[in-house]
């Protein structure tokens, strides 16, 4: 039994699947998750009317720092605690007794419902994209209706699923594939529209200082904190690398520098795309109404030739397509941990291996099928896909930050890692408490005015149901029998039966 088997025993579990990931691979899945590719070419019209270039280039670098302190939060404790339950694991295990069940329990779901919702929001956002390309190459005569968005999104999914289904030696190849995409697709684009944009293009005091307010608030201070949520949506996911330790060697540096690195390089290639679009921007009105949908196809399309934007955008696809891949890996392995602790209905299937393919099967098509149900409001409502971006956001960031809060009330439960903060932990802790408590308040807002039906943000909505489903299964229920993480080198299968069966 190898260092990391032990170690994973130690924790209370057996080694299931199998280490295939190496420390970049690691990297590349939390990479993947994140990928600014995906989330500035979903969001970028948000950002435009929210507060326009101003607020997106600068809290763009005001949120990633913030983000940096959340993820060396959370690096210190997985560096202690490497396993593909991560974050309701870690709460378990920072708390005294009395409290591990509610606390892995809450964290758990919070995490769990923000992984469907953010793999929901990629794939959703990445077949948005897709209409978009077919109509520039149809030279604009061919506007998708929703039922043409939900089919697309259909056929991303199964893709996603297939290919996860397929072992972790492809996938591992497939990781490695979208490492350097992720890396140079953003970079090539940037560069490529720096360097060719034709005159017209927009000036740096336009880039650094311009603002835009297209809600009809009036005040300056709402729109800018409302646009936070453009930047910090697409610095989410990063948790993938966690989740994938058990299948990773050195699992406790990987698993930490995953995340870091993740969010890093991330945070940089993005603010260079940020910064290469608004520059090549020609008229900001036609800009945010374009027929493409999309400011960013627009913009390519005001600089380059239909053939051109075409391949660009392809590159921007192929890296949307690669994050949700990674996001369904990350999502069923967190399911795989979930049930294997018993806590979701169903359990004794979502935690199953296959045999031949060694992974978790089941949870993969399961988190495919959630992620499908949770576009098709599309069809009746066209602001499904903002709330789903925004409950994405809320669930993961709170879920990001309980292990943290347990740590930071009960610090003698921690036992550091081989990455650990050392003196500045409590500090960064405390800012990155506080922040998530800010953003979890700004992200439920409403985004225009006036407020009704259609304009609503319904994450609010999607976060009160999370916390009533969620307490629902504990208060009558779950209390009784839930025990938080479960050791499962010596309950027998007759015991799990049990356990399972009370769900």
Known sequence: MDSDALRLQSLGYKQELSRNFNRLTNYGVALSVVSVSSGLSSLFLYGMVTGGPVVMVWAWVFVAILTVCVTLSMAEICSSYPTSGGLYYWSGILVPKGYKPIASWFTGWFNLIGQFAVTAAIDFGLALLVAS?????????????????????LGIVFTHGLCNSMGPRFLSWLTHVSVWWQLFAPIIVSLALLIGMKTGHQTASFVFTKFENYTDWSSIGYVVLIGLL???????????????????????????????????????????FLIAFFFGIHDYEATVNSLTGFPMTQILLDNFSKQLTIFFMCLILVACWFCGLASVTANSRMIYAFSRDHAMPGSRWWHQIHPRLACPLNAVWLSCFIAFILCLPYLGNSTAYSAITSLSTICLYISYILPVVCKTIFPRSFVRGPFHLGRFSKPINIIAIVWVCLITVLFLLPPVHPVTASTMNYASVGIGAVVIFSGLGYVPSARRWFQGPVNNLDLDEKQAEIIVMRF
């Open 133 to 153: 390309v077919v109509s520039v190459g149809l030279n604009l005569q061919w506007s998708p209706r929703p039922f043409h968005i939900v089919l697309i999104n």
């Open 230 to 272: 453009q930047a910090q949506y697409c610095l989410s996911g990063y948790d993938a690398a966690a989740h994938m330790t058990e299948e990773t060697r050195k699992a406790d540096v990987a698993g930490a520098w995953g995340m870091i690195g993740a969010v890093v390089v991330s945070a940089i290639t993005g603010w260079l």
